[in-house]
């Protein structure tokens, strides 16, 4: 939580890529990075460790979702087409 791709990237390229090493970090080792203060450290440290304990199961978009049960259809594929005037009445 609080971290957008510029501040994820920079962490990614300084060796922080992976929420445990987040968690386990202490403010300071943070704070080195751009972008980052001791406000922002401290609320990602406390979001990693929340994760952790309870992770967030994905949404629904993030998980694959079957194809529906397409329904038969029950024309007749060769049937003409129904008379204009037929219809008409």
Known sequence: EGVGPRIAEVLI???IDSLEKVAHSKV???T???GIGEKLAEKMIESAQKELQ???PPAASDSPV?????EKDESPKNAPEPDAKAVEK
């Open 54 to 56: 309870n992770p967030t």
């Open 13 to 15: 390229k300084g060796g």
């Open 32 to 34: 080195i990075f751009s």
């Open 28 to 30: 300071e080792n943070l």
């Open 66 to 70: 079957p194809d529906p049960v397409q």
